[in-house]
């Protein structure tokens, strides 16, 4: 499908009727003049060697070249959009436990970082699989969907905390079934979860579950985080050892036992948590026995322009208008000399912009070539050099961004999308774009210029999910800063212990305890009193029916809130 990059330039089609009403006219009045001579024969001899003819083919040739030369100054190209990427791996679903009791630090500094330093490493060892990524606690989310984006991978579970998830606990069966649903369910192969914990499972389908998808095809292997002897949890919110009902401080252990099960019964690998580079390269081994299926992906704005060769057409059309003439007779040596200059000038004028046309479009495939190497290096600097010799290439501009951000420069990169958005007309590539903007702006902290920005590409393509979906992400991640700054402020302004204030409020206490109100009399009959107690009885039996009730239309979940 072919697409104009500057369909506003079109609106110069409307001259054409305006052009076509002028040789009508020209040829009115032609006829007029010959009508006023009036002789017939004189008028033959004057016009004898003017040709009508070759005045009407003359004025087609100008037509067409105008009408070529407004289409390729909108410069049509192929609608390919991008390129499509081949390579070879697997989808891998990162399960990640963000509990609180993976604030315990048995393992230092916590088992919630190491966990997450274990994750960034594995992720840079599996460079041609696509990463996935579920967080869980009393439930599970889908943190982020497959993708081959392994810098937006790291930038959502960098995002990780035990804040995400505001139901406290530990379902490992709910966070699989989440896993699962994030797999293409048509393959029965090259998929795997890889789920990190401490084991602390408060619910009992996590076994079920792992036989279940073992049977469609998905390995599970599994990440113990903790030691078995356990240790207490501090309470981010108190600062201090979290009690559990009883008053007891909780200890959290390591549930070896439950992980191995899930390991052998999901065809896959347990490891406790010791040494990253050594669990790492394990499971790297254990995955690439899966074997890799080939992955085809749309990666980097790659078009096809057709604007030199209509310009060049134009050209042609435009000499041959220039040597035909309206006179049916011509010198030859007057026609050489008009020829070497005409063709002279020509090349002077073509040449250098086929040169310009043809190097430009040489150094976005070098670019092109690097980045699918992932050498971001070498791409940015041949879209850079693209860009700088026509800066309303489009597509070295976006390719340029895409480079740039692999390279971990976000502000240079924003700069590029800014000078792409400004010379797209596509409703598509300025969705895509605006999207990649938005990417690149949350890496960097900025939400609310993030937000905006997927908000403009959702608006130019409604159906991008995964510019609703970081959306969606980007509003937590400021509402949990404002909380943040929220709390920040209220602690700001929370007055100062006064030591007198304090004593005086101790002596209040001691008054109000030595001052026991005296029991009164009771003025109830004991026939009464019976009776109120038969109908308390009554009431507390009626309260706990209710709730057996609500308990078994309830859907199960954690009692405990670590």
Known sequence: MIHFQHIEYLLALAIIPLMVFFYVLVINNKKKMIAKIGDPILVNQLIRDYSPSKFRIKFILILASFTIGVIALSNPRKASGTTMVNHSGIDVMVVLDVSKSMLADDIKPNRLERAKQFIAKLIDKLP????????????????????SDHSAAKMYLSSASTDVVPTQGTVIGDALKMSYAAFNTLEKKYKAVILVTDGEDHDENAIKITKAMAEEGVMINTIGIGSPDGTTIIDPVTNETKMDAAGNPVITKLNEEELKSIAINGNGLYQRFTNTDEVVNNLDKQLSGLGQRAISEN?????????????????????????????????????????????????????????????NNLLIKKGNDAYNKKEYEVAAENYKVAADNDPANESAQYNLGNALYKKGNGEEALVAYDAALKNSKSKNNQSATWYNKG????????????????KHALRLNPADEEARFNLQKALQQQQRQQQQKHKEDKDKKKPKDDPKQKDKQKQQEEKDKNEQPMPQPSKMTQKEAEE???????????????????????PNKPEKDW
């Open 128 to 147: 041609e699989d696509r990463i996935g990524i579920v967080v869980f606690a009393g439930r599970a989310y889908l943190q982020m969907p497959l993708t």
């Open 299 to 359: 990666s980097l704005v790659n078009y096809y322009n057709f604007f030199p060769w209509l310009l060049a057409l134009v050209l042609i059309l435009l000499l041959t208008e220039f040597f035909i003439t309206e006179i049916k007779k011509q010198t030859k040596s007057k026609k050489i000399v008009i020829k070497k200059e005409v063709i002279v000038l020509a090349a002077l004028v073509l040449i250098p912009f086929f040169i310009i046309a043809q190097n």
């Open 439 to 454: 990417v690149s702006l949350q890496n960097n902290k900025k939400l609310p210029e993030s937000i905006d920005a997927y």
């Open 532 to 554: 109120k107690l038969k109908a308390l009885l009554q009431q507390e039996k009626n309260l706990q029916n209710k709730l057996r009730r609500v308990d078994a239309a309830s």
